[in-house]
């Protein structure tokens, strides 16, 4: 286990970059997340499509999938790639400070 700092916090992360204490997560670290995954600005989109991925993990214990995402979180599949390039589920889930989704390589 390692750690990163994020708006002048230090959270322990996973191997992969992942919080492994969502709880420790506040919205001002996302910027700063987002920029190390290649995203300099968070959108609306953006920010709808993490607080969605937070209120799954939330609720369900994990956050959803692409097709999960697609489906029931008010954007597209090929927006979730134009807003996510490296792996919609996979970086939206990094930046909103869940752990990675289940089927994510």
């Not at 506040?26 to 499509?49: C, N, R, S, Y």
């Not at 607080?51 to 692409?66: H, L």
Request: proline share 7%; net charge neutral.
């Amino acid at each position: 286990m390692s750690s990163a700092i994020y708006g002048g916090t230090t959270v322990e992360v996973n191997d992969e970059g992942f919080f492994e204490d969502p709880g420790k997560w506040t919205e001002a670290m996302a910027p700063e997340i987002a920029k190390a995954q290649g995203i300099d600005v968070l959108t609306e989109h953006h920010w709808q499509v993490i607080k969605f991925m937070r209120a799954e993990y939330i609720e369900k214990g994990s956050g959803p999938t692409v097709r999960v995402l697609g489906k029931t979180s008010g954007v597209s599949i090929k927006e979730l790639y134009q807003l996510f390039p490296k792996g919609p589920a996979k970086t939206a889930a990094k930046i909103a400070g869940i752990p990675k989704p289940r089927g994510c390589i």
